[in-house]
């Protein structure tokens, strides 16, 4: 890739994983890749209004019809254009789950299909935009990479790669605008290898996903005031997953702990744990994200901190398995 975006951790911050992409690096991409952006009435909520009207005969809006986008878009892909499919994180991994696994798993189109507002953004809509299955679902299907970032310049990063590889992604954007930052200075991102971002000690090893890397910096920092030194590891793609990045993390600490906006079930969580069991690994192994149960309606750190998501609760969990 020759013509790469500047990386300004502050700009991409304040414009969020949804405005990073959409409303800069779509469009500075545009030219290079020909691209095809399509989305279910999307257009305004993840930031595309620029490029709509930048590029007009490269952009479709199908209106709330997920799984009409998702076979105009393996129709276009599949005549050979570089294709940018958006809808709600939701709908495009529940409402669209069979288009996605025939089209993109078993056809193979290599497609980039970018799930907007996953765990709790949608915050006041409710249960039925809140996505916390999508990460379970999505990496069950074989072909698909999923990848999951951690604030919004690593957003970018992701979205540069999946342009350069051929094969169908799935990009998870998570968190609001003023997004926290994790990645301070311009790194290389390669989806294939996780990356420890926080190496302070082997009192736990911490595996995070998504806005929760931000939260997991947090509740380290916490930690260390009172002596427990951890290690941060940014699981940023879950499928394919390190295996043997997380087998070496896990192997020399007492305390294994998983932490994602994203249901219990089917996350890092259970990855990490199968992981774990394959290989015969035998520690303690401590998921905290959200239990199986459907929320209440809030605005978006009162759902982190009634999930047990907040730094605070995050801290307590933690050193109650530390005993």
Known sequence: ???????????LSMLGQNGAIFGSAVCHYHDEYKLKVLTSDMAYGAGLSR??????????????????????????ASEGYKCIATAQSCFLSMRSFEQVRQYMGYMQFPAILIGINSGFSLTYFGNSHYALEDLGLMRLI???????PADAGEAVKAFETALELNEPVYIRLSGTINNPIVYKEDFAYDYRTANVIYNKGEDAVILATGTMVAQSIKVADSLAREGINVTIIDVHCLNPIYEETIIAAVTNTPLVVTVEEHFVTGGIGTAVSDIMVKSGISKKLLKIGVADHFSEVGDYNYLLDINGLSVEKIVTAIKKNLR
Not at 53 to 75: C, H, R, S, W
Not at 142 to 148: G, R
């Open 1 to 11: 890739m020759e013509n790469k975006m500047k990386f300004d951790p502050k700009v």
């Open 51 to 76: 490029y709509k009207t930048k590029y007009p005969k490269d952009f479709y809006d199908v209106g709330i019809a997920e799984q009409n986008l998702l076979g105009i878009t393996a129709g276009l």
């Open 142 to 148: 074989p072909n698909l990479v999923v990848l999951s």
